[in-house]
Structure formats: structure tokens, C-alpha cells
């Protein structure tokens, strides 16, 4: 029985020691994925969403905890505080404080802010690179768990998140670092005269 026990407590320890080594590289990976991303003069890359709301693509640009997503169906500018969703079809912007979800549904580089604090790390190599797997240690938290895939070149391929309404998976490719203006991330009226605003905050 002692045997036994220590066999147990020797397969509890190293089962302990591989998961912390295993989450430990992971946060590697995903920091060295940051600092790329987070070119602090910007950068652009296509993407496609899919998920319960719907499918969409288009273009986003990014600086730092700001992006500007353009799609066929919306302009949505974010300047890190405020954002502005300018809908093509009915050519009304509609003005709001986004939250953390709503922010990652229309920029998939969102998840390079919010990993750092609340969330389990894990990783497995996949074809190409790594698949890294963040659990919410609060479940009451909007973004619950994700499942990101990121190349050898340590720029993300695949952005799967949970929400309490079910999964949204976005595709990210053709990353490009860039300058970008601060502009660039604020609605200009000037660009839209016959636009009407409404203030939803």
C-alpha cells in the first residue's frame, strides 16, 4: 500500500512539473506572438469570422490596444477607449464602450492584452506550430476559454473563443507591420457627411 502511495504521489508530481513546464511555454510562445504583433507603429492583416452572429471578412489594421476593421457590411473603428461601428447599409454610426468579447469578435489580435492575467495556459504542437489553449479561472468572465493556433513564424493562423452563447471562430493571415496614424483609429465625420450618429454609451 505504501508502494502504492508513493507511486502515486511520485505520477501526482511529475504530472504537476509537466503541466507547469507545459504552461510556461506556452506563455513563451504567446509573449514572443505579442511583442510581433504589437508593433508599436501598427500593422494590417485580412481575417474571416464564423460563428453564431454569422460569417464575415475583410481587412483590420492595429496599433497597440487600438484597430480600424473594415468588412463589406461595416467600418468599425476602435481608438482604445471609444468605438464607432459605421453599418454601409443604413449609413449610421452607432457610438459605444465595447466589451473585452466584443472587442476580440472584431479584432483577433485582442487576445495578445488579455492572456496575461486569468487565464490557464496549455499548448500542443500541431502541424506548422502550436495550438495554445486558454481556460478563464473565472468562468463569469465574457471570454471563457480559446483555443489559439500560431505558426512557426509566431504569427496567429486560427482565433477559436467561447462566450456563453457558443463558440466564434476568426482566421488572420497576410500580417503586415506598418506605421499607422493615430487617425486611423478614430471615426472622422468629415469622411461621412450623411451619416447618422447615435450615441449608445
Known amino acids: 500500500m505504501k508502494k ?21 511555454q ?10 510581433i ?3 508599436k507603429n501598427g500593422a494590417s492583416a485580412n481575417f474571416s469570422v464564423s460563428g453564431k452572429y454569422g ?13 480600424n476593421a473594415r468588412t463589406q457590411q461595416a467600418i468599425v473603428w476602435f481608438d482604445g477607449k471609444t468605438q464607432w461601428t459605421y ?3 443604413s449609413q449610421e454610426v452607432n457610438i459605444s464602450t465595447p466589451t473585452e468579447a466584443q472587442q ?7 487576445f495578445i492584452n488579455i492572456y496575461k492575467n486569468g487565464f490557464r495556459l496549455s499548448m500542443k504542437n500541431v502541424s506548422g506550430g502550436w495550438q495554445i489553449h486558454l481556460y478563464a479561472t473565472n ?16 504569427l496567429p493562423q486560427t482565433i477559436k473563443m467561447r462566450q456563453s452563447n457558443g463558440w466564434t471562430t476568426i ?20 469622411d461621412f457627411p450623411n451619416a447618422e450618429v447615435v450615441d449608445l454609451r
Not at 476580440?104 to 485582442?110: A, E, I
Open 139 to 154: 468562468q463569469k468572465r465574457t471570454i471563457k476559454e480559446m483555443y489559439i493556433t500560431i505558426g512557426r513564424n509566431y
Open 4 to 24: 502504492l502511495s508513493l507511486v502515486l504521489l511520485i505520477l501526482i508530481i511529475t504530472t504537476v512539473g509537466i503541466n507547469a513546464q507545459n504552461s510556461v
Open 87 to 89: 453599418m454601409k447599409s
Open 37 to 39: 504583433i504589437g508593433n
Open 55 to 67: 460569417n464575415s471578412s475583410g481587412t483590420i489594421a492595429i496599433k497597440g490596444n487600438k484597430f
Open 104 to 110: 476580440q469578435s472584431m479584432n483577433p489580435y485582442k
Open 26 to 35: 506556452a506563455r513563451k510562445i504567446l509573449d514572443k506572438t505579442a511583442s
Open 171 to 190: 482566421k488572420v493571415s497576410n500580417f503586415k507591420a506598418k506605421k499607422l496614424s493615430d487617425s486611423t483609429f478614430r471615426f472622422n465625420s468629415k
